[in-house]
């Protein structure tokens, strides 16, 4: 499908819906299962890769290995990313014969609640990539980030320490921290970019350059 930028209508950005999962990087694999009864209902296209049949419709605790004691926790993380509105680092076995020959069975994955339904996105825990996975993270996070925000006195201070620890984690060229003014604009506390590019720290935006949503105010799906 082509999209013409010229007659978008970016006026109706509000009413575009974002708890929807709609991709995922090369390397992992998205899982999506209802609430009640567990039952999958989206994955991403590559998950034929390594699966060696239709997933839509099965039990996602099905896939996971009998001799992991995996079930008892995921019920319980399950309750955790909805109640707290946040996301979870797990570790998974996957059983044997729901893969394909030769395929990785141990994988890392985060757990999250969409709003609609729980999503879990993994990675083959033995994959090597630059990018940090979701146990890189946490260690990382837990051993050098969180203990410095103890000794900051100020919201500056810890502003640029969350952008520049999130450009360092995702590599992205730049990142920006926004305090919303009660009349919906907003203004760049904070920045981490590439030398080459030019700054927004101290700029002020309208409201309209960031189309409100629909319950993004209310709900944080992590």
Same mark, same amino acid.
């Given at each position: 499908?082509?999209?013409?930028?010229? !007659?978008?209508?970016?006026?109706?950005?509000?009413?575009?819906?974002?708890?929807?999962?709609? =991709?995922?990087?090369?390397?992992?694999?998205?899982?999506?299962?209802?609430?009640?009864?567990? %039952? +999958?209902?989206?994955?991403?296209? !590559?998950?034929?890769?390594?699966? !060696?049949?239709? &997933?839509?419709?099965?039990?996602? &605790?099905?896939?996971?290995?009998?001799?992991?004691?995996?079930?008892?926790? &995921?019920?319980?993380?399950?309750?955790?990313?909805?109640?707290?509105?946040?996301?979870?680092? +797990?570790?998974?076995?996957?059983?044997?014969?729901?893969?394909?020959?030769?395929?990785?069975?141990?994988?890392?994955?985060? #757990?999250?609640? =969409?709003?609609?339904?729980?999503?879990?996105?993994?990675?083959?825990?033995?994959?090597?990539?630059?990018?940090?996975?979701?146990?890189?993270?946490?260690?990382?996070?837990?051993?050098? $980030?969180?203990p410095r925000f %103890?000794? /900051?006195?100020?919201?500056?201070? /810890?502003? %640029?320490?969350? $952008? *520049?620890?999130?450009?360092?984690?995702?590599? /992205?060229?730049? #990142?920006?921290?926004?305090?919303?003014?009660?009349?919906? *604009?907003?203004? $760049? +506390?904070?920045?981490?970019? *590439?030398?080459?590019l030019e700054s927004?720290?101290?700029?002020?935006?309208?409201? %309209?350059?960031?189309?409100?949503?629909?319950? *993004?105010? +209310?709900?944080?799906?992590?």
């Open positions: 499908m082509q999209y013409d930028p010229q !007659n978008m209508p970016f006026d109706k950005c509000e009413d575009e819906p974002i708890h929807i999962p709609e =991709s995922i990087q090369g390397y992992g694999f998205l899982i999506a299962f209802d609430y009640e009864d567990l %039952k +999958i209902t989206v994955v991403s296209e !590559n998950t034929q890769e390594i699966f !060696n049949e239709q &997933l839509i419709g099965k039990h996602f &605790l099905d896939l996971l290995s009998p001799e992991a004691d995996e079930r008892n926790f &995921l019920n319980e993380t399950f309750e955790r990313v909805t109640k707290n509105k946040i996301r979870l680092p +797990i570790k998974l076995h996957l059983k044997a014969d729901v893969l394909k020959p030769d395929t990785e069975s141990d994988y890392l994955a985060v #757990v999250y609640d =969409s709003g609609e339904r729980y999503v879990v996105e993994l990675e083959p825990a033995t994959e090597f990539r630059d990018t940090y996975s979701a146990e890189q993270f946490i260690k990382l996070y837990a051993m050098t $980030v969180a %103890k000794e /900051m006195t100020t919201l500056e201070e /810890m502003a %640029k320490e969350m $952008v *520049s620890t999130i450009k360092y984690l995702t590599n /992205m060229d730049r #990142v920006v921290l926004y305090k919303f003014q009660e009349d919906f *604009s907003g203004k $760049v +506390i904070a920045e981490a970019k *590439s030398d080459d927004y720290n101290e700029l002020h935006f309208p409201a %309209k350059d960031i189309p409100p949503r629909p319950g *993004s105010c +209310i709900k944080s799906i992590g």
